[in-house]
């Protein structure tokens, strides 16, 4: 998480860091813990196998900050095709990874404080330079995350999002 100043909670009139400017999970949606301890599944910081059937990796998505310059991300996991994933993959570590096409994929991430579901949503993932974390186009839709990236998230937006997740947490 990222922190951005200081800001009085409209939830519990308390003063916190922040808000974030960046919140993500460990792994995708579909991803038990107990699946670590069974063959054909694998989870790292950026790369999950399941059953070695479903592949993801992990991305950002960016969304620009109304009147800044500043961007507010998530960190969320996108399902590949087992070709992209190997692809994705083989290239790791190869800088010319950013000459690569985006890849196709559907939003693995629950992003809780969205609805409908951010769960599915059409994506398509963009290679960034070697020891930087791929970044997530969505389909231009009028689902509420696609209308942010695309027209950007207030700092009030950002505000009540830290407010939600904050307290989620309490619970």
């Keep these: ?28 949606a579909y991803w038990r813990d107990d699946l670590a301890s069974q063959p054909g599944n694998l ?21 620009p900050i109304v009147d800044s ?3 507010f991300e998530w960190s969320a996991w996108v399902s590949l095709s087992p070709d992209n994933y190997q692809r994705a993959c083989g290239l790791w570590n190869d800088p010319a990874r950013v000459n690569e096409r985006p890849y196709f994929g559907w939003l693995s991430t629950e992003l809780t404080p969205y ?4 769960l599915n949503l059409k994506t398509m993932v963009h290679q960034t330079p ?8 969505l389909e231009p839709t009028d689902h509420p ?5 695309r027209d950007g ?13 904050l307290h989620a947490e309490q619970s």
């Design 43 to 63: 989870l790292t910081a950026d790369q999950c196998v399941i059953a070695n059937e479903h592949f993801f990796i992990r991305a950002r998505i960016v969304l």
């Design 115 to 118: 609805t409908p579901t951010t």
């Design 1 to 28: 998480m990222t922190s951005h100043e200081r800001f009085r909670c409209t939830l519990c009139a308390e003063e916190h860091a922040g808000p974030p400017l960046s919140y993500g999970t460990r792994a995708p």
């Design 130 to 137: 070697v020891g930087l974390t791929p970044v997530v186009e």
């Design 145 to 149: 995350l696609a209308r942010q990236q």
């Design 69 to 71: 310059s500043d961007a």
């Design 153 to 165: 998230i207030t700092v009030e937006q950002i505000q009540t999002l830290a407010e939600q997740l």
